[in-house]
């Protein structure tokens, strides 16, 4: 009875049973399927969806086609071929920094420190791209031209004109640069020349010779300062001189009209004492003789107290003389 329960049981529900349970598995595998498919669907969006930011630009790039966009895109969100990627650029100024050595004109070693901004140009990506491949590569390729730039520069211009030249050298350097970095698709914004550093043994000779400037000026000074002080020694001692022989010239032309003077007085008395003479010889009729015992007379008797010693035989009396004998 059991066993024919059982085959019963299993004759009655056999067919029914196994119809519901096909349509179950056929439910479970749509769903499945429908899944499976919701998944493929949102997973092609998500990898045929990228983003790029808005100081971006990008190529699409399929790596599947190996084939590249033939334009650049901004930034947004992009849909494009499933796993396809995006090769970025910035789209604002770039920076570089350039530390390094340069020879001059006259062969001397000069240090410096540029800092240089570019661009990339959106129209110019895919030519980068196809060139250089990614940015990495592009970015050290624009430094070394521009590290070319700096270093053609340097060879233009002597040592000596880092110091008195500064702003003409970094306007050449642009002008260099410019040129340099459109040979690689960037376009030069501005350059800066931060720092120079000459050779210490030019640096040396250059505070030497300073010095020794400073020396000479120096030296140029205290001579200007003994010139003038000698200058004005000799002026004084020129006035001195002046003074001095103004001085005699006064003193002498005093003695001369003195002298001249004394000698007008003088020959006035002579002149004088010769009128009295003439007058004494006609009034009394006397001799040469007589007047010379007259001027004795005279002589005598202008003398008071007169002494007179005379020798032997002594005649000292002109009465003879007087009387023409």
Not at 9 to 37: A, E, H, Q, T, Y
Request: one cysteine or more; aromatic letters at 8%; a negative charge.
């Amino acid at each position: 009875m059991p066993r024919f329960f059982d085959e019963e049981n299993r004759s009655s529900n056999g067919p029914s049973s196994l119809c519901d349970f096909s349509k179950s598995k056929v439910r479970w595998g749509w769903g499945i399927c429908s899944l499976l498919s919701l998944i493929t669907v949102v997973t092609l969006i998500a990898v045929s969806l990228k983003k790029l930011t808005s100081v971006e630009y990008g190529v699409q790039y399929d790596k599947w086609k190996k084939t590249l966009d033939d334009a650049a895109k901004e930034g947004g969100l992009h849909v494009g071929p499933p796993g396809y990627k995006f090769i970025k650029f910035p789209s604002t100024q770039i920076t570089a920094d350039l530390v390094n050595t340069c020879v001059s004109r006259d062969g001397l070693r000069v240090d410096f420190d540029v800092t240089f901004q570019y661009v990339m140009p959106a129209e110019l990506i895919v030519d980068v791209v196809e060139s250089y491949r990614d940015f990495k590569t592009w970015s050290t390729i624009v430094e070394a031209a521009g590290n070319s730039a700096v270093q053609h520069t340097c060879s233009q211009f002597n040592v000596t004109n880092f110091q008195t030249l500064r702003n003409e050298i970094q306007d050449a350097m642009l002008v260099n640069l410019v040129a340099k970095l459109e040979a690689v698709f960037a376009l030069a914004i501005l350059l800066q020349l931060r720092n120079v550093a000459l050779p210490i043994a030019y640096t040396n000779a250059i505070s030497s010779k300073q010095s020794a400037e400073e020396d000479i000026a120096l030296a140029n000074n205290q001579r200007t300062q003994e010139i003038t002080k000698a200058r004005t020694e000799s002026l004084a001692a020129l006035e001195e001189a002046r003074k001095i022989l103004d001085s005699a010239y006064n003193t002498g032309n005093v003695t001369l009209i003195e002298a001249d003077l004394k000698a007008q007085e003088t020959l006035f008395a002579f002149a004088k004492e010769t009128e009295v003479l003439q007058q004494a010889q006609t009034n009394f009729n006397l001799s040469p003789n007589g007047i010379l015992a007259y001027m004795t007379n005279q002589l005598y008797a202008s003398t008071g107290g007169l002494d007179v010693t005379v020798g032997e035989p002594a005649s000292i009396s002109r009465k003879d003389l007087l009387l023409g004998v």
